[in-house]
T-cell receptor, first 115, second 113 residues
């Protein structure tokens, strides 16, 4: 079956521009996560959506970062006024539910480069 | 806060050597523990997991045992292959409102023929 997909696979932007990254989770998965993978920081949690509950935004590094999940499926991560330190690979994952034993399935990531 | 610490790499081994990658965690409750692997050019994928103390996760010849007394989840393999070259991440997760994974920094393994 189809896994988690993300688009675009690569994005190069200029400092100060806004970017939108998209994630299509596995059909039927109620939990969706965004992470960021960078050389200096490793894998960092950004935001977590579970069903119709309010998202856990505790990992967002600044108010320039926001995310939506429409209809309990597709999610968009938006970074406003991008900075060079935002350069990283942004990973999306989905899970059948938020239960602690459930596997999270990761997408291939979007590599963001801010010039 | 909750955290995962794993041995720093890179680790370079010859084929058929024994592998251990150490992982310890700090947690206020009883998380599930995971090892994820990222092969070159590929996405993160689950290697194995353990959901309670003394559980042993195993897959593809890799094993790790959830040790509550030492708060550890060390990854082992008796005989590594070149195809095991990858970055390995130890992680913990509580679930529910704290559903996100908390990752270690990753350990890069290179296996030489």
């Amino acid at each position: 079956g189809a896994g988690v997909s993300q688009s675009p696979s690569n994005k190069v932007t200029e400092k100060g521009k806004d970017v939108e990254l998209r994630c299509d989770p596995i059909s039927g998965h109620t939990a969706l996560y965004w992470y960021r993978q960078s050389l200096g920081q490793g894998l960092e949690f950004l935001i977590y959506f579970q069903g119709n509950s309010a998202p856990d935004k505790s990992g967002l590094p600044s108010d320039r970062f926001s995310a939506e999940r429409t209809g309990g499926s597709v999610s968009t991560l938006t970074i406003q006024r991008t900075q060079q330190e935002d350069s990283a690979v942004y990973l999306c994952a989905s899970s059948p539910s938020g239960g602690k034993n459930n596997e999270q399935f990761f997408g291939p990531g979007t590599r963001l480069t801010v010039l | 806060g909750d955290s995962v610490t794993q041995m720093e790499g890179p680790v370079t081994l010859s084929e058929e050597a024994f592998l251990t990658i150490n992982c310890t965690y700090t947690a206020t409750g009883y998380p599930s523990l995971f090892w994820y692997v990222q092969y070159p050019g590929e996405g993160l994928q689950l290697l194995l997991k353990a959901t309670k103390a003394d559980d042993k996760g195993s897959n593809k010849g890799f094993e790790a045992t959830y040790r509550k007394e030492t708060t550890s989840f060390h990854l082992e393999k008796g005989s590594v292959q070149v195809s095991d070259s990858a970055v390995y991440f130890c992680a913990l997760r509580f679930g529910g409102s704290q559903g996100n994974l908390i990752f270690g920094k990753g350990t890069k393994l290179s296996v030489k023929p």
